[in-house]
């Protein structure tokens, strides 16, 4: 089974700063890695999927990069209503399909 | 556009036994991929089983093997979770999501939440 650990646990950052969030696979996973959101009683939301391709109607501010075992999701400059959760999830090998911990992006 | 509506969650027993239901709309069933993601209160997302977009072929976490069974009817529209031998560690949101490229989960429903307590 593939291991994701995503970092930081936790992002306090303020509105129009940019975020940086980390997920690092036990074992390659080429670009078969996605990115997803999730808000408070939300369900998650796809982001970016195969690393760095945006989902259809996301902002431009969200990217993605990375491939084997280190990924970077970027949040260019933070607006209000991303403040949320944030999972990366791999396919190159499964099942299982697996997720990381999640890294929170949190006001500050 | 794409709609998926979770039901069937509730309080159950441990040991007892649920079905959940999943009533897609705005595609078709027949064309895609289903997967079952679960959350426990507090904690992060875990896959829990996969059918193909004929049924072919189902795949599940170890943590629910030989204890709960995906189907899905896709003259209905809907899949299935039917899920037996319930444990507390069972306890979650169970989410229904559409497989994208089979597996990346492109659209989820709202979520159902199924609760194992004596």
């Known amino acids: 089974e593939i291991v994701l650990t995503q970092s930081p646990a936790t992002l306090s950052l303020s509105p129009g700063e940019r975020a940086t969030l980390s997920c690092r696979a036990s074992?390659?996973?080429?670009?078969?890695l996605a990115w997803y959101q999730q808000k408070p009683g939300q369900a998650p939301r796809l982001l970016i999927y195969d690393a760095s391709k945006r989902a259809t109607g996301i902002p431009a501010r969200f990217s993605g990069s990375g491939s084997g075992t280190d990924f970077t999701l970027t949040i260019s400059s933070l607006e209000p209503e991303d403040f949320a959760v944030y999972y990366c999830?791999?396919?190159?090998?499964?099942?299982?399909?697996?997720f990381g911990g999640g890294t929170k992006v949190e006001i500050k | 556009q794409v709609h998926l509506v979770e039901s069937g969650g509730g309080v159950v027993q441990p040991g007892g036994s649920l079905r959940l239901s999943c009533a897609a709309s705005g595609f078709t069933l027949s064309s895609y991929g289903m997967h079952w993601v679960r959350q426990a209160p507090g904690n992060g997302l875990e896959w829990v089983a996969f059918?193909?977009?004929?049924?072919?072929?189902?795949y599940y976490a170890d943590s629910v093997k030989g204890r709960f069974t995906i189907s899905r009817d896709n003259s209905k529209n809907t899949q299935y979770l039917q899920m037996n031998s319930l444990r507390a560690e069972d306890t979650a949101v169970y989410y229904c999501?559409?497989?994208?490229?089979?597996?990346?989960?492109?659209?989820w429903g709202q979520g159902t939440l199924v609760t194992v307590s004596s």
């Open positions: 074992q390659s996973v080429g670009s078969y």
């Open positions: 999830q791999q396919r190159y090998n499964w099942p299982p399909l697996t």
């Open positions: 059918t193909r977009y004929d049924g072919s072929n189902e």
């Open positions: 999501a559409r497989g994208s490229g089979l597996s990346y989960f492109d659209y």
